[in-house]
């Protein structure tokens, strides 16, 4: 049965239910999607009058198997297509990042705690805050801490019986103010453990205890007249407070959001993560989404929405966006604020986002110019070295081709401002030449492609390349004198050996510098018509060497020599088949028709 009409039957008996399907190759999971419908959903993909994108319609060509799984509910299709992703990794769906971890900021389960940076999340009491999006954003955090609390950062085991047996004794930390001592029992466990309480507090966004703890602190200190100890109260109270300002405090009344916007082009999508508590926002995250198929914002903003909120492991049960998507999550509030601090804030989201697509399109656009100065530098020096009159914007290089005088057929590619434009490649069948002659075969090329852009009123090329010696040469101008163009459009000719350069009339070459851009674009050019022109040639010899052998056996056809032509490439190959396959693939009939044949061929040999 042909693939096509294998998926026919696949699709038919999907069922009318939620859930998710998946879409193989002959290597693997190319596709995972979720749907209301799966039959509904997955018939769309196949439905002719469906305007489908470029990269939709290779998606669909590669299908070769479908699998479903069928669940309850659509939000529990929503999540499962999203651990599937993250599992397979499919090559058309989106993916958020290449499987890096965040890092963490831990207050580790032990005597006087310590509190470290990780990658490593362990299943072993100990806390974890984060992740965060960068290692320079949870230094700063880091930092923050270590300067407000005096903590410990050796690995011993500070049992009561190890300090007790004086097993340890303090260390430079010590002398310099950034630990009390309680490897030599010279901090009281209570106070440290009411400096975690506080960091605690801190590493979940709520700053107000710690802040409360020092100005109560500071306010007791003075009014002891200890004004040193008050002073230093009052720096940790100060860093606090530009912490508090330099997280973006957005408003009291508000905690516990997460926001998101998205904003897209055509090749990609612009996200930002804002998360919110307390008041202020204590994570920020941008990124760039290459566009797989034909997504819309709606449905990227809802997988990132996912994807992002258990990376950063967020508990939120509000979010707001900019765009109305619909997030079929129980428990969780989804809206689009329109006035007031809500809206301020997704107006800043957005803001970010938008930031961040102004600074990629910027560089491609820099990129592209940067490409487009070079190539105009290398037509510059092609100029310069040809002594041509005009910029060669448009170059175009003829190539023939033939084996033993049999399948002659020529190539055309085109170079516009220094770069292939593929479009505009032609192939050529020789018609009016029998045998091996270069020379007529490329009077003929040449004749027809300029003959059809005069009367197509297409413009020129500046320059034309023939890839061969005088002869080719001579040929190539005399079309062109036959068509009265010659001296509008320059030609030269490059020889393979010695990659000498000749002019029309000129019995001695040109040798440019094998350095030099210009003869490294004039080879790319000669390699490229070379290339093209072997390709076709190599496609028309072997389409009739197989249908002249497969139509001399009585009973196939031209229409049938041509198939098997197509997927097979020769007789070797499909002499290589058993009965039944060939039965899959031409009837009956005809299989007993070729493996009769292919048999007594065989025997013969």
Known sequence: ???????????????????????????????????????????????RSAQHNKKTLKLISQIKRIEFTIVDTEADAFLLENNLIKQYQPKYNILLKDGKTYPYISILNERFPRVISTRNKINDGSRYFGPYPSVTTMNVVLDLIRTLYPLRTCTYNLSPENIAAGKFKVCLEYHIGNCKGPCEALEDETQYNHYISQIKNILSGNLSVAKNYFKENMAAAAADYQFELAHQYKQKLDMLEDFQTRSTVVSNTLTNIDVFSITSNEQCAFLNYLKVMNGSIILTQSLEIQKKLEEEDTDLLASVIVQLRQEFESTSREIITNLEVKLPLDGITVSQPQIGDKRKLVNLSLKNAMYLRKEREGRQEKNRDLTDQREIRVLETLKKDLRLTELPRQIECFDNSNFQGDYPVASMVCFKNGKPSKKDYRHFNIKTVIGANDFESMYEIVTRRYKRLLNENQPLPQLIIIDGGKGQLSMAVKALKDLNIYGKIAVVGIAKRLEEIFYPGDSLPLYIDKKSESLKLIQRLRNEAHRFAITFHRSKRDAGTLKTELTEIKGIGTTTAEALLLKYKSVKKLKELSHQELVQEVGKAKADILHSYFSSSQTTS
């Open 1 to 47: 049965m042909p693939a096509n009409e294998k998926l026919k039957e696949q699709i038919s008996h999907l069922p009318h239910k939620p859930g998710i399907y998946k879409f193989f190759d002959d290597k693997g999971i190319i596709y995972v999607g979720k749907a209301v419908d799966i039959r509904k959903r997955v018939s769309s993909y196949f439905n």
